[in-house]
Nanobody, 114 residues
């Protein structure tokens, strides 16, 4: 299983960005898909998930600003981020998991400048 994340970069505060993650060697069907981030000196935190049942869950810190979506036919997930703040900076990782496996992408860096 390989997850390839892309779309990170340098953005000014208040800006927007879309992250993408394409999976190979697995499908999203029947799995939870999500995004986590890890800021400098911080633990990795899950920020957005689509559960296998189709529920959308967000961390309080990103609710109303971030939107997760997926295209099952293309095995690709997205994270649309708006109203970005410097506290959103970090490495963003995509994740696909079920009862038997837990796969992570290599991460893509987001830096939000003030």
């Amino acid at each position: 299983v390989q997850l390839q994340a892309s779309g990170g970069g340098l953005v000014q505060a208040g800006g927007s960005l879309r992250l993408s993650c394409t999976a190979s060697g697995t499908s999203f069907s029947g799995k939870n898909v999500g995004w986590a981030r890890q800021g400098p000196g911080k633990q990795r935190e899950l920020v957005a998930v689509i559960t296998r049942g189709g529920n959308f869950n967000y961390a309080d810190s990103v609710k109303g600003r971030f939107t997760i979506s997926r295209d099952n036919a293309k095995n690709t997930m997205f994270l649309d981020m708006n109203s970005l703040d410097p506290s959103d900076s970090g490495v963003y990782f995509c994740n696909v998991r079920d009862d038997f496996s837990d796969s992570w992408g290599q991460g893509t860096q987001l830096t939000v400048s003030s």
